[in-house]
């Protein structure tokens, strides 16, 4: 990563397009294609096209919508997530993309599944380009992109059925602690500033509680947080 405009190789992040409407996606792979660091290598219609173009394509980032016709967003996140990573499979590196939901609604039902299945984080449709960019180098670089209050709102109206995986962890009191910060959206480095302790140690019980988890990333960590009653919907902190 040598900027952020660059993708994980240190060149431009390359993108799939996923979503159902033919008007929406080429105005998005209009808008995005214009934003620095992003190139968009192809479009898909429903989530079976999308899991084929990423496998054939292996982008950084696949742009998923939620509501597709022959397989919805949430089961094609799940399959492109599960991919062995082997030859012909999607990644950089022979491994899966990443994924960022998009949607028109944040409290859309499907969203919290999506991110329960593995997906990065997600971007409302309405943002500006700019902020769908953004979402989408950082996404790219490795990080999450955190809702908290939207996520304290989906996860209050639709709890899931992961809502046990937190007590059956055994989470250390510092790995609680430090996944309680991450629900409130800070990063790695403002996580080290407030429990005043090194970034490197962070970064050690960030991975424990993933491991511990089963969380495919923050985000998914972050949702099985909420849905465990750590952290409360609707209440700071």
């Known amino acids: 990563m040598t900027g952020p405009e660059a993708g994980p190789t240190g060149t431009a992040v390359t993108l799939l397009i996923a979503d159902d409407d033919e008007v929406t996606r080429s105005g998005l792979r209009m ?4 934003q620095p660091g992003i190139t968009v290598v192809g479009e ?15 982008p950084d980032v696949v742009l998923m919508d939620v509501r597709m016709p022959r397989r919805n967003g949430i089961e094609a996140t799940r399959q492109l997530l599960a991919a062995p990573g082997g030859p012909g499979e999607p990644g950089e590196q022979g491994g899966p993309p990443k994924v960022v939901v998009i949607t ?11 991110l329960s299945a593995g997906a990065s984080g997600f971007v409302l449709k309405r943002l500006p380009v700019r902020q769908i960019a953004e979402a989408v180098r950082v996404v790219a670089a490795g990080e999450a992109i955190l809702f908290p209050a939207a996520l304290r709102r989906m996860v209050a109206a639709r709890p899931l059925a992961c809502a046990e995986a937190l007590p059956k962890a055994a989470l250390t009191g510092r790995e609680e602690e430090v996944l309680r910060l991450m629900a409130t959206g800070l990063s790695n480095p403002e996580i080290a500033e407030s ?4 970034l490197e140690t962070v970064k050690t019980h960030v991975g424990n509680v993933l491991t511990k988890l089963g969380a495919q990333n923050r985000t998914h960590a972050v949702v099985i947080a909420y849905e465990s009653g750590l952290v409360v919907p609707g209440v700071a902190g």
Do not use: M, P
């Open 31 to 34: 808008l995005l294609a214009a």
């Open 104 to 114: 028109t609604f944040e409290n859309d039902d499907y969203v919290t599944a999506a």
């Open 195 to 198: 429990l005043t302790v090194s």
């Open 44 to 58: 898909a219609a429903d989530g079976v096209e999308a899991v084929e173009q990423a496998r054939r394509l292996r």
